[in-house]
């Protein structure tokens, strides 16, 4: 079992730089059980707005695929993964944590989790979306999307976004860690990846529509006005 640590500026932040390190990390793990975290008191508080917000649209593009890349390496490891998710996990964060297979927080009322991308303006990319909808709970799916809102631990565990919040998330997250990766290793891969490879298949029409509709979206003036006044609270 190994750690992989989310580890950058701006409480974690997903830039391209974090991101070509978690992928690479989850390249490098094989077929081993990870425990993803973030260094610090964060988990990730979502994208890099700065960096994005300086994209013209080709490195949005690249910048896209390589976040896609990186969910879809984490749905997909074939060991298990656990999230030990303490402090905030919002927008990309949170889709991070939802890519494990078991989420764990902390009881710390101070910290949010949530997708708040509609409220940004933002259209997901197709193998988040993907992702999203596959693991969000049918019941809460809409509230959570569509309402855009982050939430403290108790109310991202009503919600689907965590399965368990606990005032020792570590010894628990390392636990449940241990009991997965006590399966049998073939079996286990076998499974989930029948559970999951076709979420993530993606269609030419898909991919299409990504390259015309979802990358202009995000380099949009609107968008990125959205983000620099977030930059500026």
């Known amino acids: 079992m190994i750690d992989i640590v989310i580890e950058g500026v701006g409480r974690n932040a997903l830039s391209t730089a974090v991101l ?12 081993q059980p990870v ?4 260094a610090g008191a964060t988990f990730s508080a979502g994208l890099n707005l700065k960096e994005l917000a300086s994209f ?7 910048f896209l695929s390589l976040l896609e890349e990186t969910f879809e390496a984490l749905y997909l490891h074939p060991a298990p993964v656990v999230a030990l998710v303490e402090g905030h996990a919002i927008a990309g964060g949170c889709v991070l944590a939802l890519c494990c297979d ?3 927080s902390g009881v710390d009322e101070k910290a949010r989790h949530g997708l708040n991308e509609v409220a940004l303006g933002l259209q997901f990319p197709p193998k988040t979306w993907a992702i999203v909808n596959a693991r969000l709970p049918s019941t809460t799916r809409e509230q959570v999307l569509l309402g ?18 606990t005032s ?21 891969a076998a499974t989930k990846r029948a559970l999951r490879a076709t979420t993530v298949a993606l269609s030419a029409e898909a991919q299409a529509a ?9 380099v949009s003036e609107d968008v990125r006005a959205r983000m620099l006044a977030v930059l500026k609270r």
Request: charged share 30%; proline share 8%; no cysteine.
């Open 20 to 31: 070509t390190r978690l992928r690479d990390a989850l390249s490098a793990a094989g077929d």
């Open 35 to 38: 425990l993803l975290r973030g």
């Open 56 to 62: 013209d649209r080709p490195a949005m593009e690249r």
């Open 102 to 104: 078991w989420r764990v």
């Open 148 to 165: 855009a809102g982050l939430h403290p631990p108790a109310e991202a565990l009503r919600l689907g976004l965590l399965d368990e919040v």
């Open 168 to 188: 020792d998330p570590e010894a628990r997250a390392r636990a449940v860690l241990a009991t997965l990766a006590a399966h049998p290793r073939q079996a286990y």
């Open 210 to 218: 990504f390259v015309s509709e979802v990358v202009p979206r995000w």
